[in-house]
Nanobody
Framework: QVQLVESGGGLVQPGGSLRLACVASGSISSMYQMNWFRQAPGKQREWVATSSYKDSTTYAPSVKGRFTISRDNAKNTVYLQMNNLKPEDTANYFC???????????WGQGTQVTVSS
C-alpha cells in the first residue's frame, strides 16, 4: 500500500486554474491505476478522472474538456490540471491509487479547492 500526499488546492476565482499534485511513497509506474475523486460538503464522494497503467485517461462528464490528469512515473506523482473552474467544482479533492494486482485502495488526505468570486 502506498502513502499519498496531495497538494495544490486553494481559493480561485471562477474561470481560473489550479494544478493539484499527488505524490506517492513508492513506485506507481505500471502497478497502479491512479484516480482523482472529490467530495463537496453534504455530498457523496464522486469520481473525477483516471489515469490507467497504460496511460489512457478518462473523465467524468462534468469535468471533461476542462480537467487533465497526467502522471510522472519517474517522480511517483500524478497531477490534475483544472482549467475554467466553476463554483460547482468546489470540493475536497482526493488522490486514489488502485493496486492492479491486489485491488487494494490507497487514499490521500485531500486538498481543498474553493472556487468563488
Amino acid at each position: 500500500q502506498v502513502q499519498l500526499v496531495e497538494s495544490g488546492g486553494g481559493l480561485v476565482q471562477p474561470g481560473g486554474s489550479l494544478r493539484l499534485a499527488c505524490v506517492a511513497s513508492g513506485s506507481i509506474s505500471s502497478m497502479y491505476q491512479m484516480n482523482w475523486f472529490r467530495q463537496a460538503p453534504g455530498k457523496q464522494r464522486e469520481w473525477v478522472a483516471t489515469s490507467s497503467y497504460k496511460d489512457s485517461t478518462t473523465y467524468a462528464p462534468s469535468v471533461k474538456g476542462r480537467f487533465t490528469i497526467s502522471r510522472d512515473n519517474a517522480k511517483n506523482t500524478v497531477y490534475l490540471q483544472m482549467n475554467n473552474l466553476k463554483p460547482e467544482d468546489t470540493a475536497n479533492y482526493f488522490c486514489n491509487a488502485l493496486a492492479l494486482a491486489t485491488r487494494q485502495n490507497s487514499w490521500g488526505q485531500g486538498t481543498q479547492v474553493t472556487v468563488s468570486s
